[in-house]
């Protein structure tokens, strides 16, 4: 099973002593800005080296960053696939499975920005990684596009790890979640524990709806739909 583990980790005074692991499901970090979370992911990638610490990942890891135009290489969606897979066939039959061939001559840098996330993440585990990275899945997406990127996470079969301040989001598609203040993990656990535990309004985030509905109803949700 491909993991991620980080155990002490220290990167200049941005990220001070942070463990954490992702072994399965979508893993959420969640944190006010300037927490750490973008720079997690880019130690995660290799991208950064840390200070200090131990980093355990896999050998293959896909990511999709906060802008997913930097993605594309390519003028049309089918193009992108193509060029990984070396056949139209392959690329097409992807895009089925995922409920988005209508997409595959569209040009990439016309796409809506749910668009565009949902090709990036897709062009991500195209080439068979181990595990993913996606930094703010939800910015700029509208409802609708928010739960096809839901749908799409939560059905990669392998370990998943968010950056995102969207609380609601997080709180429908995360199976864990590590809360940053500071550069430090104050809080982690399964998403629900955390939701509802004081730890988000002690430090002042807002609750999602679906957690003050819960909290009257005396039942944990992770929507009201």
Do not use: C
Request: glycine share 8%.
């Amino acid at each position: 099973m491909s993991r991620i583990i980080l155990e002490d980790v220290w990167y200049k005074n941005i990220v001070r002593g942070v463990s954490m692991k992702a072994e399965n499901g979508v893993t959420a970090i969640i944190g006010p800005n300037g927490s750490g979370k973008t720079t997690i992911l880019r130690i995660i990638v290799g991208a950064l080296k840390p200070d200090k610490g131990r980093v355990v990942v896999p050998s293959r890891i896909g990511s999709s960053w906060q802008n997913p135009y930097y993605t594309f290489t390519k003028a049309e969606v089918i193009e992108e696939f193509i060029e990984i897979y070396g056949d139209k066939g392959r690329a097409e039959e992807l895009l089925k499975t995922y409920n988005l061939e209508s997409l595959k001559n569209s040009y990439t840098f016309k796409l809506s920005m749910g668009q565009a996330r949902l090709i990036s993440i897709l062009i991500a585990i195209s080439w068979d990684p181990e595990a993913l990275v996606v930094d703010e899945p939800t910015n700029g997406l509208g409802v609708r596009e928010k739960r096809m990127v839901e749908d799409l996470l939560k059905n990669i079969k392998i370990p998943v790890v968010i950056a995102s301040h969207d609380l609601d989001f997080v709180l429908r598609v995360a199976d864990y979640v590590y809360v940053l203040s500071n550069g430090r993990v104050v809080a982690g656990g399964p998403t629900l524990d955390v939701f509802y535990s004081s730890i988000l309004s002690v430090l002042g985030f807002p609750e999602p709806y679906a957690v003050l509905v819960g909290r009257k109803l005396g039942r944990r949700l992770r929507s009201i739909e």
